[in-house]
């Protein structure tokens, strides 16, 4: 399992920008294709975006696409998300997980770790 830490949620007023990063212990983390998913409270978990392991390859959710960007430094074995422009139905909690894509869509791998979780909260 990919052992992870996620961090640089907040409130913000929409139009606002945020970056979270997902630091992960794992040593094969830079061989492991990572996701950033969301989830507000009853409501089922979504796939915001997914990178491979090289970074070369990417997944965006429809709704983020041109607004958010996800990165990935496999030196320091943290994966980012930058999110600009934010909109309120953004608000969720954010978690980073080792996952799989395909152009349609970014899920979690089977028995993958999750961390805590970062609050985005963006305000109207």
């Known amino acids: 399992q990919v052992q992870v830490v996620e961090s640089g949620g907040g409130l913000v007023q929409a139009g606002g920008s945020l970056r979270l990063s997902c630091s992960s212990s794992?040593?094969?983390?830079?061989?492991?294709?990572m996701g950033w998913f969301r989830q507000t409270p009853g409501k089922e978990r979504e796939g915001v975006s997914c990178?491979?392991?090289?970074?070369?390859?990417?997944f965006y959710l429809d709704s983020v696409k041109g607004r958010f960007t996800v990165s990935r430094d496999n030196a320091k074995n943290t994966l980012y998300l930058q999110m600009h422009s934010l909109k309120p139905e953004d608000t969720a909690m954010y978690y980073c997980?080792?996952?799989?894509?395909?152009?349609?869509?970014?899920?979690?791998?089977?028995?993958?770790?999750w961390g805590q979780g970062t609050q985005v909260t963006v305000s109207s």
């Open positions: 997980a080792a996952a799989y894509f395909t152009e349609r869509f970014c899920d979690p791998a089977r028995q993958t770790g």
């Open positions: 990178i491979n392991w090289s970074g070369d390859s990417t």
């Open positions: 794992a040593k094969s983390f830079d061989s492991t294709t």
